[in-house]
């Protein structure tokens, strides 16, 4: 455990990687990990489990602040998601879920209310583990902005895609690819109306892991919370660089 508590925060887009990176991060330095963007995914659940339209902002703002969601947050284990007493862990990442979270992670007292719970479990894992990863779409920005650590984790779409398709498809062939494009690019499209997740804010870290590896990455990422090595500016890592 750190001798002060740690929060390093991750942003991203979609396929970026940093989910899998977060975590491996996490269980390096003993710390807790917190996927934020499992939360929006379980409220969608959660909604649509109870007959209301996601699309209806008032109903599914009641049933966030209702919503009996247990996560974990050990890196070491499976990070189980149960809502209700139902293990959900598999479900949030099938395409009905998918298709639909953009509804409720767009809403933008949805986006308050789980905000809220995420700075509930970060400040809980900070006196409990020492401190946490958290990954999500405006953890470096709007809900953990004084965390010691905020790196903005991009790649270009190209790699993005075939992360993805590899993923849910278990390769990246031009067939699987094109069956992902239009779920990455809409859900990066829909959200970015409400955080911004494609160039880092004045103090964050830029990550470009298009042509790094996963161990690359997790090392990347390593170092720059070690200090080891120094960071990109805005301008190195500049996302308006990809291909979109």
């Known amino acids: ?25 996490a269980r390096e330095l003993g710390l807790g990990y917190l996927d934020t963007g499992a939360m929006y995914r379980a409220l969608t659940w959660w ?22 969601l247990e996560i974990a947050t050990d890196p070491t284990g499976p990070v189980t998601v149960t809502v209700n007493g139902t293990d959900i862990t598999e479900a949030i990442r099938e395409t009905w879920i998918s ?9 933008l007292d949805v986006r308050a209310e789980l905000r809220r719970r995420q700075r509930e479990l970060i400040d809980q894992l900070r006196a409990d583990r020492g401190g946490v990863v958290a990954e999500g779409r405006d953890i470096t920005t709007v ?15 190209e790699a993005r895609l075939a ?21 990455i690019s809409r859900r990066d499209r829909d959200d970015a109306t409400v955080s911004a997740f494609f ?17 690359q990455v997790v090392q990347a990422v390593l170092d720059l919370v070690r200090g080891e090595v120094a960071p990109q500016t805005p301008e190195q890592s500049d996302p308006s660089k990809e291909d979109r």
């Open 143 to 157: 809900v953990a902005p004084d965390a010691e650590h905020r790196i903005l984790v991009t790649a270009s779409e």
């Open 199 to 215: 160039e880092p804010a004045e103090g964050v870290v830029g990550l470009d892991t298009s042509d790094l590896s996963f161990e």
């Open 1 to 25: 455990m750190p001798e002060h508590p740690l929060t390093i925060a991750v942003d991203g887009p979609s396929g970026s990687g940093k989910s899998s990176v977060s975590k491996a991060v």
């Open 163 to 183: 992360r993805r398709s590899t993923e849910l498809h278990g390769t990246a062939g031009a067939e699987q690819i094109e069956a992902t494009r239009d779920q």
């Open 47 to 68: 909604v649509l489990d109870e007959g209301i339209d996601p699309t209806d902002q008032a109903k599914v703002a009641d049933a966030s602040r209702s919503l009996p």
């Open 99 to 107: 298709s639909q979270v953009s509804a409720v992670a767009t809403n």
